[in-house]
Nanobody
Framework: HVQLVESGGGSVQAGGSLRLSCERSEGITPSYCMGWFRRAPGKEREGVAAIYIGAGREYYTDSVRGRFVISHDNAKKTLYLQMNNLQPEDTAMYYC?????????????????WGQGTQVTVS
């Protein structure tokens, strides 16, 4: 059973930076995608960034491209999201997720494993 545990959220002023981490259990192979999603109050969940572990291919939603960087350390079994130049509109609960790669526009069409989330607040 795959488990994902996020950390690193917090409160920051506009223009600041945060790094989110997601530790995963065994069960995620190089054929998987891992990604970060967020849900702001009153809005639908959206994909922020994803990475195809086997190839290191990265995917970003337009609003964060150039500001956020996703990375994966296989030895540490940890996914990261470096968030720079944060803006109030980035305020949301951020979730780590994993799913099988299928050359989807956001890496995987089926992110079936989810963490509990970590809050990011930008003021």
């Amino acid at each position: 059973h795959v488990q994902l545990v996020e950390s690193g959220g917090g409160s920051v002023q506009a223009g600041g930076s945060l790094r989110l981490s997601c530790e995963r259990s065994e069960g995620i192979t190089p054929s998987y995608c891992m990604g970060w999603f967020r849900r702001a109050p009153g809005k639908e969940r959206e994909g922020v960034a994803a990475i195809y572990i086997g190839a290191g291919r990265e995917y970003y939603t337009d609003s964060v491209r150039g500001r956020f960087v996703i990375s994966h350390d296989n030895a540490k079994k940890t996914l990261y999201l470096q968030m720079n130049n944060l803006q109030p509109e980035d305020t949301a609960m951020y979730y780590c997720a994993a799913g099988p790669f299928n050359d989807h526009s956001f890496c995987s069409p089926d992110f079936g494993y989810w963490g509990q989330g970590t809050q990011v607040t930008v003021s």
